[in-house]
């Protein structure tokens, strides 16, 4: 299970609205599977079905994870017209090129769902060794 | 004093769970090829034909050498290089 507080998503809502219609993508800092800290982060290559991480804003945001003695427990990135499930292009790229090893073990992948804009949704995932399984999200 | 690499997770099983390694090598090409030479297929997972792969960055000190000199760029004692996969994705 990922703990999440109801502020902290309805600003990831707000990101992945703003950058309908393309995806939107962020960082999801904590510890022990409860998000402390939501870095709404640019999507360098911004398209309605791919988005990838700014390298250089990925960098600076893991090392002021790490400065602020919190983890990276996932990330987060939207469907602007698809459901709230990992596609194969997600599937592929959370893994080391060329393997199904994990780039970030661990890591919860949450995907928003915009398909109703005034009311997404979101839902957890864990993606490791070719394996997808559903990591329930508990907002308080 | 000798260049720390920062292994990240996924390769730690090649470096026997190091996190932090060390190596002399004076450029990029040549890290990949010390670190092949100590945990091989190290220079599989970081190189395509002599390239550093796509969706993997890699950082000397706090530069992208992608924005030096690439593979070419050029490492002194001290330094500290960060191996990070890209965030990428979509559906």
New interface residues.
């Given amino acids: 299970m990922l703990t999440i507080q109801q502020n902290d998503l309805q600003s990831i809502f707000e990101h992945c609205n703003a950058g309908y219609p393309n995806e939107a993508c962020g960082i999801l800092a904590g510890r022990d599977k409860r998000v402390e800290k939501v870095y709404l982060m640019t999507n360098a290559k911004p398209g309605p079905d791919y988005y990838e991480m700014d390298p250089e804003e990925q960098f600076r945001v893991m090392r002021d994870i790490r400065d602020k003695g919190l983890a990276m427990v996932g990330m987060f990135h939207s469907h602007p017209s698809g459901h709230a499930y990992p596609s194969s292009v997600d599937v592929e790229k959370a893994y080391w090129p060329g393997t199904e090893i994990p780039n970030y073990p661990d890591a919860i992948y949450m995907i928003v769902s915009l398909v109703d804009r005034s009311k997404p949704s979101a839902r957890g995932f864990s993606i490791e060794e070719g394996k997808v399984q559903e990591i329930s999200l508990s907002v308080v | 004093m000798a260049i720390t690499v920062r292994i990240?997770?996924?390769?730690q099983?090649l470096t026997d769970g190091k996190a932090d390694v060390e190596s002399n090598a004076k450029n990029i090409t040549e890290l990949i090829d010390a670190l092949e030479k100590e945990y091989p297929g190290m220079k599989?997972?970081l190189s395509d034909g002599g390239k550093v792969?796509?969706?993997?960055?890699i950082?000397v000190n706090?530069e992208?050498i992608r924005f030096a000199n690439k593979e070419n760029t050029a490492l002194k004692d001290g330094d500290v290089i960060?191996i990070?996969?890209?965030?990428?994705?979509?559906?």
């Fill in positions: 990240p997770t996924p390769l099983r599989e997972r792969r796509r969706f993997i960055n950082y706090d992208d960060s990070v996969p890209a965030i990428a994705g979509g559906g």
